[in-house]
Structure formats: structure tokens, C-alpha cells
T-cell receptor, first 114, second 113 residues
Framework: NAGVMQNPRHLVRRRGQEARLRCSPM?????VYWYRQLPEEGLKFMVY????????ESGMPKERFSAEFPKEGPSILRIQQVVRGDSAAYFC????????????FGPGTRLLVL | LAKTTQPISMDSYEGQEVNITCSHN???????ITWYQQFPSQGPRFIIQ???TKVTNEVASLFIPADRKSSTLSLPRVSLSDTAVYYC??????????????FGTGTQLKVEL
């Protein structure tokens, strides 16, 4: 049973470009979470999605960031017009059920904005 | 919203027991407490999860007092490979309802010979 998969593992963008980060949850998991980890800092919750629905986006910046989890395919975290402050590791996690159930994390995507 | 706090760092020696405490005095009534281990450049790895009292698995124990405002991760007989950052994860109750997923501030454990 494959774990949570994220791609790309590393992503380099210039300021103003768009970044698309993908997450495939564990098989059978329909709950997906995105977290951000700034350099030398802890993990911060961004958004929680179930298939086709955003359940909680209280941790998402109000502008430039969006997330989706379509009926078919991976969850996508999209960052428009990236700035240097967006440079961070972005982790995706999935769970079988509601957030209090065990979340399993992917290896992360490291975004570097030049 | 109260922060979920942990000691910044801890040092230990191989073979010792290590206890790391997380303070989460705003934990939601119906939420679990989960602990993760993170190595540099990797995603967090699940260690243990509990709701109340004590939980034990093959790698750790988790102690949760009756008020659930804190929890203690216990690692028996640590080795060099346990050097990592340890995080607690809880759902914090929000005024008006709902929970906010919150990681603790993280504890850097360093194990030496």
C-alpha cells in the first residue's frame, strides 16, 4: 500500500510565476491536509479538504493560494504570483476519516522562489 | 488562541528514557493527541496517538492526564537514530465551534553516546 505521494519533490520558481503542488493520498483515504513549514520553523496548518470540498481553509493566506481535491486525481495546492516569502516545504497528509484520525504525511515539496 | 507549546530542545544519552511534554490547554473536547517525528528534509512520521490516560505501542508511550491539557511522549532507551524533532498535533477548539489543527512548537531531541 503506497504511502502519501507528493510531486514534485523540489520546485524552483521565479517571482511572479505560478507553483502547482500535487498530492496523492494513501489508497482509501478521502481526507487531505496541507501544511507549510518555513525554514527553521514548525508546521502550520493550511487547508483541509475532502473529495471535491474544502472543509477548513482557515490557515490559507487570503490571496494567491488555493487548493482543490477533485473527484478524480490528486489534490492540488496552487500558489499564484509567487514571492520569495513563499519559499518553504509544503507537506500533504491524508487520513481515512475525520482530522482526529491518524494523518499520514508525504515527503513534501520544497519550493524555492528566486 | 493559546499556543500549543513544547520545550525547544532536549539532550539525552543512548539508553536513557526521554519524556517530552506538550502543553495544549485549549484542546477540543472530541479531539485526539498525535505525536510525530521529523528528520531533516523529510515529512513527519507518525509515532503514537491517544485520547486519554495511557497508550503504548512498540516504539513509545503516551501519557495524558485527566484534564487533557497536556500530554507526555515517552521514548524508552533512546538511540542515536532518535535524534530528530518531535511534534504534537491537536485540534484546538474555536470560539463559535469547530476545531483548528495545530502543531506544537516542536522539540529538537539530541541523543549522544
Amino acid at each position: 500500500n503506497a504511502g502519501v505521494m507528493q510531486n514534485p519533490r523540489h520546485l524552483v520558481r521565479r517571482r511572479g510565476q505560478e507553483a502547482r503542488l500535487r498530492c496523492s493520498p494513501m489508497k482509501g483515504h478521502s481526507h487531505v491536509y496541507w501544511y507549510r513549514q518555513l525554514p527553521e520553523e514548525g508546521l502550520k496548518f493550511m487547508v483541509y479538504l475532502q473529495k471535491e470540498n474544502i472543509i477548513d481553509e482557515s490557515g490559507m493566506p487570503k490571496e494567491r493560494f488555493s487548493a482543490e481535491f477533485p473527484k478524480e486525481g490528486p489534490s492540488i495546492l496552487r500558489i499564484q504570483q509567487v514571492v520569495r516569502g513563499d519559499s518553504a516545504a509544503y507537506f500533504c497528509a491524508s487520513s481515512l476519516g475525520r482530522p482526529s484520525e491518524t494523518q499520514y504525511f508525504g515527503p513534501g515539496t520544497r519550493l524555492l522562489v528566486l | 488562541l493559546a499556543k500549543t507549546t513544547q520545550p525547544i530542545s532536549m539532550d539525552s544519552y543512548e539508553g536513557q528514557e526521554v519524556n517530552i511534554t506538550c502543553s495544549h490547554n485549549n484542546i477540543a473536547t472530541n479531539d485526539y493527541i498525535t505525536w510525530y517525528q521529523q528528520f531533516p528534509s523529510q515529512g513527519p512520521r507518525f509515532i503514537i496517538q491517544g485520547y486519554k490516560t495511557k497508550v503504548t505501542n512498540e516504539v513509545a508511550s503516551l501519557f495524558i492526564p485527566a484534564d487533557r491539557k497536556s500530554s507526555t511522549l515517552s521514548l524508552p532507551r533512546v538511540s542515536l537514530s532518535d535524534t530528530a524533532v518531535y511534534y504534537c498535533l491537536v485540534g484546538e477548539g474555536l470560539t463559535g465551534g469547530g476545531n483548528k489543527l495545530t502543531f506544537g512548537t516542536g522539540t529538537q531531541l539530541k541523543v549522544e553516546l
